[in-house]
């Protein structure tokens, strides 16, 4: 997992949206932003998910990670619902 570094972290901008962005064109994953999120502003694990996932920085991959997770979703109620 990707860590942040000291220059990258001073250098990190104030606003949300706009260090999300930064630290996706950083090359930082969307599990890596939400660790920084928590750490660096405090937010909550809910609030950091959030923020990450609605940003127009993630619309490139939005579709696949919302797919992918309503499939996790679809496979899981069906071995839930399954007989026996």
Same mark, same amino acid.
């Given at each position: 997992?990707?860590? &942040?570094?000291?220059?990258?972290?001073?250098?990190?901008?104030?606003? &949300?949206?706009?260090?999300?962005?930064?630290? =996706? =064109? @950083?090359?930082?994953s969307k599990? %890596? &932003?939400?660790?920084?999120?928590? %750490? @660096?502003?405090?937010? @909550?694990i809910p609030e950091a998910?959030?923020?990450?996932?609605?940003? %127009?920085?993630? *619309?490139?991959? =939005?579709? =696949?990670?919302?797919?992918?997770?309503? *499939?996790? &979703?679809?496979?899981?109620?069906?071995? *839930? %619902?399954?007989?026996?």
């Amino acid at each position: 997992m990707k860590q &942040i570094t000291p220059p990258e972290l001073s250098a990190l901008p104030t606003g &949300i949206a706009d260090a999300i962005g930064f630290l =996706r =064109r @950083s090359g930082f994953s969307k599990v %890596e &932003i939400m660790r920084v999120l928590v %750490e @660096s502003r405090g937010l @909550s694990i809910p609030e950091a998910k959030l923020q990450v996932h609605a940003r %127009e920085h993630w *619309d490139d991959v =939005r579709d =696949r990670d919302d797919r992918f997770h309503d *499939d996790l &979703i679809a496979v899981a109620t069906a071995v *839930d %619902e399954a007989p026996g």
